[in-house]
């Protein structure tokens, strides 16, 4: 598991402990996170089969050099491409293509909040998800990051950077897992 902005490492731990032929690599533009995550690791005794490297995501040829070992790399990318969407959708979709060309049999999850659209925020009957979506509204142009966006946008996003998706699950924080795998043309090879 390729963990894109894996923060604490929680999620590494979590799936590493999953069972002892799994292996997890992180990666997050912050030296400070990456000391942290890498303490947790330690701590939980998975130093041999979790490593985690100071990396920006979306610079894919500093790090695909990491990777490159594993055939089937599995990428997680929860809830951070939507802080990308401040350069537009088409970085996002490049960036997209660019990890399914540099790892045509692997697969990607995409964790992101269905986000309730401005123009219908006042609508949303769920006070909960109303406060919540504002929340982000107003929040996110301060800190320079793109907005979460609804679901259809992200399925957009996915299928107009040659992603499959073949499942989707959604919890009860508005959360949509998007399971992915590279859409292949009629041979069966991966669509460049």
């Known amino acids: 598991l390729v963990d894109f902005g894996c923060g604490s490492g929680r999620a590494l731990i979590s799936y590493c402990k999953m069972g002892s032929r799994r292996y997890g690599i992180g990666l997050d533009i912050s030296a400070e996170i990456v000391k942290e995550a890498h303490k947790h690791i330690v701590d ?3 130093e041999r089969r979790i ?3 100071v990396e920006d995501v979306m610079n894919i040829d500093s790090w695909k050099r990491i990777i490159f070992p594993h ?4 990428f997680l990318a929860s809830t ?4 990308f969407l401040v350069r537009g959708e088409q970085f996002v979709i490049g960036f997209l293509k660019k990890i399914k060309e540099n790892f045509p049999k692997s697969r990607l999850f ?3 909040f ?7 925020l006042k609508y949303e009957p769920d006070l909960n998800r109303r406060l919540y979506a504002a929340m982000y509204e107003f929040w996110h142009p301060f800190s320079n990051q793109g907005m979460p966006q609804p679901q259809e946008v992200w399925k957009r996003i996915l299928r107009d950077a040659d992603w499959k998706i073949e499942n989707t699950i959604r919890d009860h924080f508005d959360l949509v897992v998007y399971d992915c795998e590279p859409l292949k043309d009629v041979n069966n090879n991966s669509v460049p």
């Open 110 to 112: 995409v964790i992101e």
């Open 114 to 120: 269905d986000a309730v659209p401005l123009e219908k």
């Open 51 to 53: 490593t985690v490297h």
């Open 44 to 46: 939980a005794g998975l």
């Open 80 to 83: 951070m491409l939507h802080e």
């Open 71 to 74: 055939k089937n790399p599995v």
